[in-house]
C-alpha cells in the first residue's frame, strides 16, 4: 500500500476543516458532510475528499517506483451545497441546492476557499505539512456537475489537483522526527478530527522501527537484488570478495624485514665513461653561399 496517498488524502481534509463555507462539513471519502449539511436550516456547502488516480512511471525499470517526482497523483474534491426538505406528508427528502447564481457562486468561493487553505494560507499548519507531502502541482481540473429532471436539481463542483510527491517511505527505513508523515501523526493526535487521528493511528505501527543498513535501504529504493546492489556498492555494502589493502612503501624497513630494491641515482655526468682521454676532431665551420 502507498502510505503517502492516505496521509496526504488526509492532510487535505485537515487543511480544509473550518477554513471554507464548509466549515467542519469536510470528509474523507465520506458521505458524512452532506448528512451534516441536510439535517436543520437552509443549503450549506460540503466537501468530500478522495483520491483518484495514482499513477506511477518508472524512468528505469524498478528503479523508481517509490520516487514521487514520477508520480501523478489525483487528489478530488467534491464540492456541492445540500438541505434538507419535507414534502407536504411529513417526508424528509434530500436535496442537492438548485442550480442558481447563488448557488453557483457559493461553489466558487468554496474552490477558492479550498486551493488557498491546501497552498496559499501560510498561516496554516496542516497546509503546511499538505505541501511538505507534496513535491509539485502540475495541473488542477475543475469539472461542474449538474442536473435538473426527476424532481432532483443540484449544482456541485469536482476539483481534481494532479501533484507529484515526495518519496515514499520504504521498508527498513525509520523517518525522522521532522519527516512530514510523522508530522502528521503528531499534528492527528493533537486534533483528533472524525477519521483523521484514525488515519494516523493505522498508519503509524506501519511504519517501521527497525533502521536497515544504508545498502538495504537503497536496494529498496532502486528495486534491486542483492547482487546488483553489491555490485554498485553504495556506502556500507558488504563486497562479494574481501578487501586486502597494500600498506605505504617504508623506506627504513626494520632489521629483518623484507624490502624491494629501490634504484636510486647518486651522480651523474655527461663524459663518456669508456675513454675520458679520448680526443675528438676540432668541429670545421660551416659556411653557406647564399644568392
Known amino acids: 500500500m502507498s502510505l503517502l496517498r492516505a496521509v496526504i488524502r488526509t492532510t487535505a481534509v485537515g487543511a480544509l476543516r473550518d477554513q471554507t463555507w464548509a466549515q467542519e462539513r469536510v470528509s474523507d471519502s465520506s458521505m458524512t458532510p452532506i448528512a451534516q449539511a441536510v439535517y436543520g436550516g437552509p443549503a450549506k456547502p460540503y466537501i468530500l475528499v478522495y483520491t483518484d488516480r495514482d499513477d506511477i512511471s518508472p524512468v ?10 514520477n508520480r ?35 461553489c466558487d468561493i468554496v474552490q477558492a476557499q479550498a486551493l488557498a487553505a491546501l497552498i496559499g494560507n501560510p498561516q496554516s499548519a496542516w497546509g503546511e505539512v499538505f505541501k511538505q507531502l507534496t513535491r509539485k502541482v502540475h495541473r488542477v481540473l475543475t469539472v461542474r456537475g449538474g442536473q435538473s429532471g426527476q424532481g432532483v ?22 523517518l525522522l522526527d521532522n519527516h512530514p508523515i510523522n508530522k502528521f501523526i503528531a499534528m492527528a493526535k493533537s486534533n483528533p478530527f472524525l477519521h483523521v487521528l484514525d488515519t494516523a493511528n493505522v498508519i503509524q505501527p506501519l511504519l517501521t522501527n527497525i533502521n536497515a543498513p544504508s545498502w538495504r535501504q537503497a536496494q529498496a529504493f532502486l528495486g534491486l537484488d542483492a547482487e546488483a546492489v553489491k555490485i554498485l556498492n553504495p556506502d556500507g555494502t558488504p563486497l562479494p570478495v574481501p578487501l ?8 627504513f624497513p626494520a632489521p629483518g624485514t623484507p624490502d624491494e630494491y629501490v634504484p636510486s641515482v647518486k651522480d651523474m655526468t655527461l663524459m663518456d665513461d ?14 653557406h653561399d647564399y644568392d
Do not use: C
Not at 501523478?72 to 434530500?94: C, F, H, W, Y
Not at 586486502?244 to 623506506?251: A, H, R
Open 60 to 69: 528505469q525499470a524498478k528503479a523508481e517506483l517509490y520516487n514521487g517526482q
Open 72 to 106: 501523478l497523483l489525483q487528489l478530488t474534491m467534491e464540492i456541492g451545497v445540500a438541505s434538507a426538505i419535507r414534502d407536504p406528508s411529513g417526508k424528509l427528502n434530500i436535496q442537492i441546492a438548485n442550480t442558481d447564481e447563488g448557488m453557483e457562486l457559493a
Open 153 to 174: 436539481k443540484y449544482s456541485a463542483r469536482r476539483v481534481i489537483v494532479v501533484l507529484s510527491t515526495i518519496f515514499d517511505a520504504v521498508p527498513g527505513e525509520v
Open 244 to 251: 586486502f589493502e597494500t600498506p605505504p612503501y617504508d623506506p
Open 274 to 287: 669508456d675513454n675520458p682521454e679520448q680526443e675528438w676532431p676540432p668541429l670545421e665551420p660551416q659556411y
